[in-house]
């Protein structure tokens, strides 16, 4: 159930909302959770606009962006990471409308310590989470009439 933070200076990015779905979508696929309400719900991209002059590098530029994503504790091996940096920079650059600011995104992986990813008022442990998933799958299932 990741979160997705990406931050750009203000005017980067025309459509903000859709460009959200988009990380979030991709997180969500790459982490190949089941697509059941308790992830679709929970994983989310929010999109910070900031003034131009509220980011710079060491020369003065400022048209950098930042993803950063948090997921819980494992949640990505190495290929994942690979992937989720790969897909989020592509994400960024086609929504900017500007190839070349795939050189200029910096995609940034966090994980939250077991206890530490809190839904409903509760800090859950990975465990915790995995149960919670098999039993929504399992009350989804109860009411699929079968095929």
Excluded at 1 to 12: E, H, Q, S, W
């Amino acid at each position: 159930m990741p979160m997705i933070d990406a931050y750009a200076a203000a005017g980067t990015f025309a459509d903000k909302h859709q460009l959200a779905v988009d990380l979030a979508t991709a997180v969500m696929t790459i982490e190949q959770v089941p697509d059941i309400p308790m992830f679709r719900k929970n994983t989310a991209a929010f999109v910070h606009e900031l003034p131009a002059d509220c980011l710079s590098n060491v020369d003065g530029d400022s048209n950098y962006v930042r993803v950063q994503v948090l997921t819980n504790s494992r949640a990505l091996d190495r290929s994942k990471q690979l992937a989720v940096v790969r897909q989020l920079t592509d994400i960024i650059a086609k929504a900017a409308g500007d190839p070349a600011l795939a050189d200029r995104t910096w995609v940034l992986l966090t994980e939250a310590p077991q206890g530490g990813w809190g839904i409903s008022g509760h800090a859950n442990t990975n465990d915790e989470l995995v149960s919670a998933a098999r039993a929504q799958i399992a009350e989804l299932t109860k009411h699929t009439p079968p095929s």
